[in-house]
Every structure is written in C-alpha cells, then in structure tokens.
C-alpha cells in the first residue's frame, strides 16, 4: 500500500483513472475531474485547496488538506460510519455552525430580490459583480459562522446557479474539515399561467401544478413521477435538500397554507406524500451509493409535524394572530397518519424522509406528559417522546424559519419572530431549549453565537461531556445527509448541463400533462349550446373528445370568446407591503388565439369565459378592530359578499393571558369584505351581457370556496390549482379530457364552514348545484358525466 499522499498531477498519469478537466466558468477556474474505476468521481476545484489522496488504486479527497485517508474520507465506508468520525473531529463552534440554516438567498441579491445584499459593500447593481459572486453575507456567515445548509429562492439562469454552487463549494472545501454545503430550495415547480408548457425548454424550470393540484390528480405514481423529475432538476441546480413536501392534512378550509398541501383527506396525503419523498431521495443504477440514496438523490424535508391544518378559525403561524392549532373533534392521531404511515414507511430503499420540519403552530392542550403549551419545536413531548421514541424517527429535526427570533409586537406581521410560548426566554436560551427538545437544526439563523450560548448553557447544567455528546448526536444526522447524497465527493457542477436538464423539453412536457391532469370539472350544464351546437368539434386535425352526454363542453374550435378583464383592487402581499390595484387580461391573448377567436363584444361572442380566484378575506386578523378598541380578530371568509359571523364559538379555545396579546380570540358576530368581490361581479355582469349563450368559469382555488353565489349564472365551472392557460384551452375545447377530482369539499355556505371541527377532515356540508351534484371530496367530471372509477372507490 501507498502511504503517501498523492496531488492532482500525480494522479493524472494512472491510466484508467485519468483526470479531466472541465471549464467551470465560475469565478474564472475550472473543475478537475478524478475517475474511480467502480468508484465515485471526484470533484476538485483549484479554488479550496483540496488535492487528492490515492490507496490501493483508489482515490480519495484530501478534504482537511492532512495527507492521511481519515474515515469520513473514505467513500467505501458507510454514511452512518463517515459521519461519526467527522463529527468526532468537528470543534464546538464548527457543530453550531453545522446546526444553523440559512436564511433565504437570492442569486443574485439584487436591490429587488425579496432579500437584497451586498457585494464588496456594494449593493449588486452598483458592485459589478456577476449573477453568481458570493455575496458579504454568504462569505460571512460560511467563514465565521461555518454554516453549511443555504436556502436558496430565486435564481437567474441555471448556468448562474451551477456557477455560483461552485464557488460556494469551493470556499466551504477550503475551511476547516472541506464540508461541502447543504443547498436547498423551497417548491419551486409552479406553473406559470401565460407561458407555453414548453416555453422553458433549454432554461427555466419544469412547471407543474401546486400540490394541491397534484392532489387532485389522484394518482401516487404521477407524484412520484414528479420527484423524480424535480429532484434530476435540483440537483442541476445545485440543490440538494427539498424542503418539502407539506403533507399537513388541511381539515380547517379557511386556513392560507391549504394550497401547499395534499388536501384534507390523510389517507391520500399518506399516499402521495410517501410517493413524492420516494421520487426526490430514490437513486438507481450508476447513481446509487448506498441504501438507495445517491448522487440523484434530494433530502426530502417533510412538513409539518404533527400537522399544522387545524389552527383556531383557520388562522395561520406565520402570524401572532394564528399560533394556535386545536382539536376539538380530539382528532389529533390522524394529523400524524402522513408522517407514520407515509413519510416514515416509504416503498424506496432510503426509508424514511430524511428531515421532518415542526410547524410554528402551539398544538393546544396536545402535550399530555408535561401540559406545555408551546410550539412544537419547543416541545420535548412532541419531538423526543412522540417523534423520535414512540414512532422512532432518527432523521433530522430542523425547525421552521424565525422562531427563535423575539416577535415584534404586530399581531399580522409575516416577518416577525415567532417563538410562541416562549416569548419570555432570550434568544440563547430559545436556542437550548430546541435543544433539550430534540431539534438539530434552527431555520432561519445565520450566527452561530446563540448555539454556542446554548451549548455554554448545557455544560453548566449537564456537563461538557454530556452537551458534547448532544451536540454530536445532531452532527450524526446532519452529515449523514450530505454524505448519502455524494456532496462530499463531488460537490460540484457543469453550467452546461444544468442548461439542458433544468426545463428539458421531456420534463416539461410531463409537467403539462400533470396539469391536464389536475384540473376539476363541477359543472358542465346542457341548458345552453355555443352558436346552436352541443359537443365538440374538429378543429386543424387535432383530435377532440366526444362526450356521451350532452354539455357545453367541449367547445367548438375558432368559436368566438369573450374575456372580461379581471380588477385586482389594492391590498397587502404576505409580508405586509401595500399592493397596487390594477386591471389585467386573465388569459394570454397570443395562446387563446391559437383556439379560439376572441372578441371585446360579448354581443359578438358565441360563449363568455370568466377567470376567478377563490375568495380573499384576509388573515383574519384587522389593524382597524383593533384601532376601534376590538380584539383585531375577525373571520376568513370563503364567500364573495361580505360576510357576518353570526354563527361560530362566542369564546376561543386558545388564547395568550399576556397583558400584551389577546386571550379571547373569538370573532362571532363580527363582519369582513374579500378584496375580490369584483370576481362574483364579473361573473353575475358576464351573464348579464351574454343572455342566453354560455358562461364558462375558470376557478383558480387555493382553498375551497362558497360557489353558492354565482354557480347557477355559469354553465360550466372549472376548477384549478395553478395552471398555464394552455392547459385550460386544450380542456375547454376537447383537446384534453377533465379527469381531476376535489382533494377536498366545497362548502354549502359559511354557516357549513362555522359548524366544522377544525380538526375533522369532511366534516362541511357540501354545496349542490342545480345539476344535482354536491361538490364533495373526490367529486369531479369528465365529458361523460361524473366520474366513478378506481380512484373515486379507493379514496372516497
């Protein structure tokens, strides 16, 4: 055996396992490339120092730059192994660095990103800098804090994205041990409306719908389909961790987070939450490393334990105004069925997801060991004696973003802290309490100091010997992840690959089918026909589906539509800041032409077409009730008109006694107003003008809605989840068939809404159309009429 270390240029001249080099054109270097025969490749950058190791024929990095082959670099040993012995090495402040997560980074940070930056103290547009340079805050916090796991949001390109990997890979190999960093990403498949399905090829992402869009597909393997696409995606881009799926099961209809969900039903969030982490970790064939994790493999972080679908009067988090989650149907278990039975049994070799995210929310009245009522994070009932004893999860328990952060007194702020429960405690001693809790990660925190405050903590009270062997145990978990996906073998990308993988032509088309697939048919009335015809028709040799009953729909191809333009009025977006109103055409007018003639006069047109989004009351939460000497708390409404709580709880169920916040949160007999009423007069003035030809509703739903007040004006409603308006033509003319069901109910009224449990999934009284129909969970329609095949009897 040879001994000696062995660099780059040594290792160039072994014959089969030759070098390549590569150009990078990230900050000007290239990669060097080192091929193991039934081995990994190596990924080397001149740009950290790291050189390579060689034993037995073998090659190795040489990642703290010592000359020996230590355990944790060598890749025939097992994660499990590798990670022992680095976090044995690690110092105290390199473990706390480890622990953090970052808060979220553009690429660039310009002036306009939600989170701008600077670069050499400049902001970017002044600096020069190019899309993929490291920005102060990210040298700062990867050279002083050692943090290793980055939340990534918007990118400029691919390329940018694989450039600025590099670099980010290259600094964090030359520190210290030569840890590579975590990168990761929020959901990021969602559709754009006006674009052709095809309109990223080469570039921009695949687009699909939202989960709750895939939910309504019904369909695991379609899913799982999905992750495995959107995991070959990331990781081009650098990504390899998913800070998703959310499998909360959405029992309350009025609550914001609803959208990014599966639906209300556990028994199909189980279902497709175990088929889209199954997508993102499962590496096959050359990929593979071990266990089925490999270098195509995405950590799945799945959210959010143990359920954050039922807060008081569907009030969110995100907000001091929502903290509360209850459970007045004692309906608790069944929040927990996707994360046991799915997420936590998975039919691919890596088993389980590998990190589980607590919601904000304080799971009232939930703690029955120790009666605590604090977010979940900071509960040690629900992480250790729940999550990691009783159900056995040993993955990573990374908390959400900000909760350690002290709350900035506004009950509606989106950007405030949110350490519910414990907004007496300092930040520290937040920290140690996470700890004590179970937690290993803390979202949202670029600065080790706390950790470390924490840590100083635990030793005075356990001693070092115990607080070393707690910090290390998360270490374990954290490095076991980085070591699965193959990060520390070769970190690095190819812009050039990213190019063409990131929005292939392939995996676009496959997002567009699932949007096919998603959309919902309610309503497809036969009392009116377009221009005297009912069915469809062939149109430029594409082929069209014929119904077996009859409706207007499909529609005749080069029919003459009319689109009336939909006013957005003035409001606030998630982060509080005022928004503008405005007037915009709905549909892209160059796609619609490509199916339809359109037409300004609804006199002229043969059938109206009617974009909507699903009603918006708000958070609700009102500045002004409580300018007005009121509690502030008011309802959600899901209807158009105005809406007076003259049902619901007089008392809430949850509340703070603090003098500074607000114990009864109750908001019977109080009123609100949608900031989109215009979208009920849109659709009652369209009937109106177009007599008695067709009025067809297009419904973007984001949570279900009241429809009681326009559906018998429309002809045909259709429901959406996020869609390109490619996909809702091809359906209205029969290009495509409708095969999406509701992932979850569509309430008779708010009095329905009220009555419900929040915890008690199906538990509303259901909206009945004038065609009979009541519009429950896993209700949809084809051409043929309502649909009742293997989906419908599985899951209903």
Request: hydrophobic fraction near 35%; aromatic fraction near 8%.
């Amino acid at each position: 055996m040879n001994e000696s270390p062995r660099n780059i240029s040594n290792a160039a001249e072994e014959g089969p396992h030759e070098s390549e080099r590569h150009e990078d054109l990230g900050g000007g270097a290239e990669v060097t490339y080192v091929h193991n025969e039934n081995g990994p490749t190596l990924g080397l950058s001149p740009l950290s120092g790291v050189g390579v190791i060689e034993r037995d024929g073998l090659f190795f990095k040489d990642l703290n730059r010592s000359g020996e082959l230590e355990p944790y670099k060598d890749w025939r040993l097992p994660a499990e192994e590798r990670a022992r012995d680095l976090a044995s090495r690690m110092t105290t402040e390199q473990i706390a660095g480890l622990m953090l997560y970052s808060r979220h980074q553009s690429i660039p940070a310009g002036s306009t990103n939600w989170h701008a930056s600077t670069y050499g103290g400049k902001s970017y547009e002044e600096s020069g800098a190019k899309p993929w340079d490291l920005t102060d805050e990210q040298l700062s916090f990867l050279r002083d804090d050692h943090l290793r796991h980055i939340l990534v949001t918007t990118v400029e390109s691919p390329a940018a994205a694989a450039r600025w990997n590099n670099l980010v890979q290259a600094y964090a190999e030359s520190t210290g041990l030569g840890i590579p960093a975590n990168n990761s990403s929020d959901p990021r498949h969602g559709s754009d409306s006006d674009s052709e399905f095809n309109a990223g090829a080469g570039g921009r992402i695949s687009m699909w719908p939202e989960s709750l869009g895939l939910a309504a597909a019904f369909d695991p393997a379609l899913v799982r389909r999905f992750g495995e696409i959107a995991a070959r995606e990331y990781r081009a881009l650098g990504l390899t961790t998913a800070l998703s799926p959310q499998v909360d099961v959405a029992t309350d209809p009025r609550w914001f987070r609803f959208n990014g969900t599966f639906g209300e039903d556990s028994k199909l969030s189980t279902d497709l939450g175990r088929a889209y982490i199954d997508g993102f970790q499962t590496s096959a064939g050359e990929d593979g490393i071990e266990g089925g994790w490999g270098r195509s493999s995405v950590n799945a972080m799945v959210k959010h334990w143990p359920g954050g679908g039922s807060g008081e009067a569907g009030r969110d988090a995100h907000y001091a105004s929502g903290k509360y989650a209850v459970y007045p149907g004692g309906n608790f278990a069944e929040h927990l069925k996707p994360f046991t039975d799915g997420a936590f049994k998975l039919e691919g070799g890596t088993e389980q997801a590998s990190a589980v995210m607590p919601y904000y929310t304080v799971s009232w009245e939930q703690d029955t060991k120790n009666g605590e009522n604090v977010g979940n994070s900071y509960s040690r009932y629900l992480i250790t004696d729940l999550l990691r004893e009783q159900y056995g999860y040993d993955g990573v328990v990374c908390t959400d973003w900000l909760i350690t952060a002290d709350e900035n007194g506004e009950k509606d702020s989106f950007l405030s802290g949110k350490p519910w429960g414990v907004e007496s405690l300092s930040v520290a001693e937040r920290h140690y309490r996470l700890l004590l809790a179970g937690v290993d990660q803390f979202g949202g925190n670029n600065e080790a100091g706390p950790v470390l405050e924490a840590y100083a903590m635990g030793a005075a009270e356990h001693g070092e010997e115990w607080m070393r062997a707690r910090f290390e145990r998360s270490a374990v978990r954290l490095l076991r992840n980085l070591f699965r996906v193959g990060l520390f073998e070769n970190p690095y990308l190819e812009p050039s690959d990213s190019e063409r993988i990131v929005g292939h032509p392939d995996h676009m088309q496959a997002g567009y089918e699932a949007q096919l697939k998603s959309v919902v048919l309610l309503k497809n009335s036969g009392n009116r026909t377009v221009g005297g015809r009912s069915g469809g028709s062939k149109g430029e040799g594409l082929p069209v589906i014929q119904p077996n009953r009859r409706g207007v729909l499909p529609l005749p191809r080069r029919s003459k539509v009319y689109i009336p333009q939909r006013y957005i009025a003035p409001g606030r977006d998630w982060f509080g800041n005022p928004t503008p109103e405005r007037t915009v055409d709905p549909l892209n007018a160059d796609i619609v032409s490509r199916y339809f003639d359109m037409t300004s006069d609804p006199g002229q047109a043969d059938f109206a077409l009617v974009c909507i989004a699903n009603p918006d009351s708000g958070m609700g939460y009102s500045r002004e009730d409580a300018a007005a000497g009121g509690s502030g708390y008011v309802p959600i409404s899901l209807q158009y008109r105005p809406y007076t709580a003259e049902g619901g709880r007089t008392a809430s169920l949850a509340g703070d006694p603090r003098p500074s916040d607000v114990l009864n949160r109750a908001h019977a007999g109080k009123s609100v107003r949608t900031r989109n009423e215009s979208d009920l007069d849109r659709v009652l003035d369209t009937r109106a003008k177009m007599g008695g030809k067709p009025v067809i509703v297009s419904m973007t739903l984001s949570n279900p809605a009241v429809v009681a007040e326009f559906e018998p004006e429309a002809d045909a409603i259709l429901a959406n989840f996020g869609l390109q308006d490619q996909a809702l033509l091809a359906i209205l003319c029969g290009e495509a068939e409708p095969s999406g069901l509701l992932p979850m109910q569509m309430p008779a009224d708010m009095a329905a809404v009220e009555a419900q449990l929040e915890d008690v999934p199906r538990d509303m009284a259901c909206h009945v159309d004038t065609e009979g129909h009541a519009y429950d969970f896993a209700f949809g329609l084809n051409f043929g009429g309502v649909i009742d095949d293997e989906r419908v009897r599985k899951y209903r």
